[in-house]
């Protein structure tokens, strides 16, 4: 087991694992930290506590000390240097005749760094793009391309729940979900039902899918045919919860039987 503190950066709105360092660490405390790209100024969002190595990615970042007031400062003014910086790489991009619709940009908090994140259809050659920012800004620049969920996480909004998205809220990664994963949990293959404000399958079909499987494993499918006390017939729906399934017999219509009293039996 491994101490580790959890913090969300102010830069990136991503969530850390880091090493608390020693450092009497409260939730909600404001912290300075490494990354292998510069420093990083964030909020603690879980206090200590310890955690299984093989759930972390090993060395661990570690928080370098708590945040005082010129930290703020540089924070507050990065920002609005970094609003200027949009402009002017969207400006250039222009010139420059790419395909870039930039998302965000943020200066590490030791402005060791500036990186610039930007949607794209097609892979953008942005060299000419980046040594001309290079130029300008005098610090390291990466563009760096994401995709439609990866704007959802930076821009934030409330999913159908009612609540903030789970990725601009407490996800790390983003896990893959697939469609089997709507049809296993029985949902309605609808678009606007499953799908999530950035247009791709909701992370939340992940979240239940194993309890699902675990749970249909005792079912027969809908639409097979099924030997039942009563005779064979097509499966024509089941209830998970109740551990039902409903059959359809040629001579008796459509039977309910109980998994648990078949076992029994």
Not at 157 to 169: D, M, Y
Request: hydrophobic share 35%; proline share 2%; charged share 30%.
């Amino acid at each position: 087991m491994i101490e580790v503190v959890v913090v969300r950066s102010l830069q990136t709105n991503s969530i850390y694992y880091l090493a608390p360092n020693s450092l009497d660490l409260k939730k909600e405390d404001d912290v300075v930290f490494e990354t292998d790209n510069g420093l990083l100024l964030g909020k603690v969002c879980k206090e200590i506590y310890q955690e299984k190595k093989k759930n972390l990615v090993l060395p661990l970042s570690k928080v370098l000390r708590k945040a005082e007031k010129k930290d703020y400062d540089q924070f507050k003014k990065n920002i609005k240097e970094t609003e200027k910086a949009l402009v002017e790489a969207r400006k250039i991009s222009k010139e420059l005749e790419l395909e870039m619709n930039f998302v965000d940009a943020y200066y590490n908090l030791d402005k060791s760094q500036l990186v610039f994140l930007f949607l794209s259809e097609t892979r953008v050659d942005f060299r000419e793009l980046a040594k001309k920012l290079a130029a300008k800004y005098k610090t390291r620049i990466e563009l760096r391309q994401v995709g439609v969920r990866d704007k959802a996480k930076r821009v934030g909004g409330l999913g159908p729940c009612g609540l903030f998205l789970c990725c601009n809220s407490f996800l790390a990664d983003f896990n893959s979900v697939s469609i089997n994963m709507a049809k296993n949990q029985m949902l309605a293959l609808n678009p606007t039902k499953i799908n999530g404000l950035c247009g791709r399958l909701l992370c939340c079909l992940g979240y239940e899918n194993d309890t699902y499987t675990e749970m249909k494993k005792d079912l027969p499918k809908i639409g097979l045919v099924a030997d039942t006390p009563l005779g064979m017939g097509k499966v024509v729906s089941v209830d998970i919860f109740k551990k039902t399934y409903s059959v359809d017999l040629k001579d008796q219509g459509i039977v309910t039987f109980d998994t648990e009293e078949d076992k029994s039996k």
